[in-house]
């Protein structure tokens, strides 16, 4: 039998500023009134959710920890039902959704909620590297004038897959 994943529905906060309407708000919170809506708009008893899967870049202060778990408990979802967090930088929530289809079509949940959050006015963008060095002495070693820039990641992943003959480029959500 092949599998087949589908997405059901989709909610979202409205969006934000630095400083705007929803900077008081907790991460957990915010996670937790997208988990409610979604139920309410899927009409879905929270009961046969296998697992939460959520992004999140910024993983200090207000939201450290796991925001996925904790935005179960927060919308009064059952106890039973886990949740997990995730970081892969700005495709955090992306990857998110990938993996819960990923899980779906291995047989592994039958039904998973996939998302993510970023409040930049409570936990700032740079914040997780504060005091420290991330990335450690062997990769600043190993890449010399070290820096991230996503921009230039992009390109440079893009002409890597080129060049190993992936003939074109999947650009998701483009």
Known sequence: MVREAVVVEAV?????KRGGALSGAHAVDLSADVLRALAERAA???TVVDDVIWGCVG???DQAGNIGRYAVL???WP???PGTTINRACGSSQQALEFAI???LSGAYEVVVAG?????SRVPLGAARAGGIPFGPRVLERYDDFSFNQGE????????LLAAGAGRVRVPFA
């Open 153 to 160: 990641s992009a390109e440079l992943i893009a002409h890597g």
């Open 59 to 61: 993983q200090v202060g």
């Open 116 to 120: 993510g959050v970023e409040v930049m």
């Open 44 to 46: 879905i008893d929270p």
């Open 74 to 76: 927060a919308a009064g």
């Open 79 to 81: 106890e039973a039902i």
């Open 102 to 104: 990923a899980g779906v």
């Open 12 to 16: 979202r906060t409205p969006i934000g």
